[in-house]
Nanobody
Framework: QVQLVESGGGLVQAGGSLRLSCAAS????????MGWFRQAPGQEREFVAG????????HYADSAKGRFTISRDNAKFTVYLQMNSLKPEDTAVYYC?????????????????WGQGTQVTVSS
């Protein structure tokens, strides 16, 4: 079954770090860009970061720039999101998603496969 599975979420104090992973089945990964989104309670799902298939092109939301780093290891069919200097406002469920093509878009509608999400909670 084609799927994406996130892991690495948890509870961390403000200023701390977490690394999220998204493991994909081989056919899922293909030659597609991948992205991370997040959704806080009562909020719309928002783009966090995206990476092209080669890893050579990345794009970040303003809220993530300078603190988060997206990367991928195609040999392991895995995408990562390294999150540093975490803030309470980063608290959300984080989702990885596969883009429809090898382009990094910042809107959920351009992604056609989603993981189940992993909770990140940052305490003040």
């Amino acid at each position: 079954q084609v799927q994406l599975v996130e892991s690495g979420g948890g509870l961390v104090q403000a200023g701390g770090s977490l690394r999220l992973s998204c493991a994909a089945s081989g056919r899922t990964f293909g030659s597609y860009a991948m992205g991370w989104f997040r959704q806080a309670p009562g909020q719309e799902r928002e783009f966090v970061a995206g990476v092209s298939w080669s890893g050579g092109s990345t794009h970040y939301a303003d809220s993530a720039k300078g603190r988060f780093t997206i990367s991928r290891d195609n040999a392991k069919f895995t995408v990562y999101l390294q999150m540093n200097s975490l803030k309470p406002e980063d608290t959300a469920v984080y989702y990885c998603a596969r883009a429809r093509y090898n382009d990094v878009y910042d809107v959920p509608g351009e992604y056609d496969l989603w993981g189940q999400g992993t909770q990140v909670t940052v305490s003040s």
